[in-house]
């Protein structure tokens, strides 16, 4: 049975910094793609970031290029989201999600959520102006 479980949510100032952990049981996450996706009240889920996990290629959406930074521990099987300069626009419940297995995805559908087949349960980031 796969489980990802995220942690690390919380309550920020804008301009703060918060890093988010996914730790995946029952799914190796190497030679896998696995990302970040976030959904604010009354918004579509969005993806934000993403990442083989093999050669550490990653993918952002325009609205966190720059200010956040997706990695992955191999040995702790997890993958983490390192968030800097927030603002209140990314205020949201994170969410960590896994592609099937040993399924290669064309940079076009890194960060599209029916891409990915597990999902945790969602950490919760706000973020006060």
């Known amino acids: 049975q796969v489980q990802l479980v995220e942690s690390g949510g919380g309550s920020v100032q804008a301009g703060g910094s918060l890093r988010l952990s996914c730790a995946a049981s029952?799914?190796?996450?190497?030679?896998?793609?696995m990302a970040w996706f976030r959904q604010a009240p009354g918004k579509e889920r969005e993806g934000v970031a993403a990442?083989?996990?093999?050669?550490?290629?990653?993918y952002y959406s325009d609205s966190v290029k720059g200010r956040f930074t997706i990695s992955r521990d191999s040995a702790n099987n997890s993958v983490y989201l390192q968030m800097n300069n927030l603002n209140s626009d990314d205020t949201a419940m994170y969410f960590c999600?896994?592609?099937?297995?040993?399924?290669?995805?064309?940079?076009?559908?890194?960060?599209?959520?029916?891409?990915?087949?597990?999902w945790g349960q969602g950490t919760q980031v706000t973020v006060s102006a």
């Open positions: 990442i083989y996990t093999s050669y550490s290629t990653t």
């Open positions: 029952g799914y190796r996450i190497n030679n896998n793609w």
């Open positions: 999600a896994a592609a099937r297995e040993l399924t290669w995805l064309h940079p076009s559908q890194t960060l599209i959520s029916d891409e990915y087949k597990y």
